[in-house]
């Protein structure tokens, strides 16, 4: 099966990273390789290594990517990626990208279960194991529910969704998502529903938990940066606010020096800023990546530098 894939924000991406040829990349969400390919026609005799867990993709880049000698593939998370580096004798390495969240193949490919536009099994797993969505709204607490709806879609209508969930699993088990669809379009308001499809965001909030993405972004983060020789960089794009919020939080820290109450006359807590920011605000898509690429349209590409080896 081939994995379609249009890598947003391309042009900006690679020179983000400012590529040494003869350097070491990581991918961490490699997808169909639009962004490994590119990183790749950077190197000489550098290394990219590029990670998935989602088993479409490993084959797919495996495929694309057979006769570079320049690339390593992996199987994982990117959450991971410090021991999966390891493991094959990487402890530093140039620059990290990761591009957060679902992949065009992932959802244009209906049995993936991600889209509420045509009928599927309700799955959303991106590593193609583990809990599925249909299991999360068939067995979790109505409250429970509403907290994940809530928290990971800032759906406001999370609790009457949560208990027309609830009421219809009652009476049979939800199984796919135009079931799961027409449930949640039934328990909002009219004047919602005119204002683009009223599942969206539940599907996201599933989707999150479901493969745990906000918890693999922090700890990815921390580890992508942590990898990280000086002068280095990690690249990260993000779709929603949440993401965004987290990678901004993180680079922020990442950026932070002295943490002493401004009243002290001289530092004590001896903390340097162990990198800098390469764009204080967010790079977005321009008029032309706009016009050929819907998706690309809430992309936000945060990039930093390390400047001061770990502590």
């Known amino acids: 099966m081939s ?40 190197l000489t005799d550098g290394k990219l290594v590029s990670i998935d867990q989602d088993p479409d993709a490993i084959r797919t880049v495996k495929q694309r990517f057979r006769d570079n000698p320049n690339s390593i593939i992996i199987k994982g998370n990117f959450s991971n990626m410090k021991s999966l580096l390891a493991e094959r004798g990487i402890r530093r390495v140039d620059g990290v990208l990761l591009d957060i ?31 599925t ?110 993401e965004d919020r987290i990678v901004k939080q993180a680079m922020a820290g990442f950026c932070q020096g002295c943490t002493c109450p401004p009243d002290f006359p001289v530092c004590v807590c001896g903390k340097h800023p162990r990198a800098k920011l390469i764009n204080r605000k967010p790079i977005v898509a321009n008029s032309t990546e706009l016009s050929d690429n819907v998706r690309s349209r809430s992309a936000k590409l945060r990039i930093c530098e390390k400047i001061l080896e770990n502590s």
């Open 101 to 131: 969240g679902v992949s065009s193949h992932q959802l244009d490919t209906a049995e993936r279960g991600f889209s509420f536009h045509e009928d599927a099994p309700l799955d959303m797993r991106m590593s193609q194991s583990g809990t």
């Open 133 to 242: 969505a249909a299991q999360l709204v068939n067995t979790l607490p109505q409250r429970e529910l509403s907290r994940i709806i809530y928290t990971y879609g800032e759906e406001k209508f999370a609790d009457s969704i949560s208990k027309a969930i609830v009421k219809s699993r009652q009476e049979a088990p939800i199984e796919t998502t135009l079931q799961l669809a027409e449930i949640i379009k039934s328990s909002v308001p009219e004047r919602v529903r005119r204002n683009g499809h009223p599942a969206r965001k539940t599907f996201q909030a599933l989707r999150i938990e479901v493969n745990h993405e906000l918890e693999a972004l922090e700890k990815g983060l921390s580890e992508a940066f942590e990898l990280l020789s000086v002068g280095g960089r990690l690249a990260v794009i993000t779709f929603h606010s949440l």
């Open 3 to 42: 994995f379609s894939h249009i890598p947003v924000l391309l042009d900006e991406t690679i020179e983000g990273l400012n590529i040494n040829p003869n350097g070491i990349y990581v991918d961490g969400t490699a997808g169909g390789g639009g962004h490994s390919a590119a990183i790749l026609g950077k």
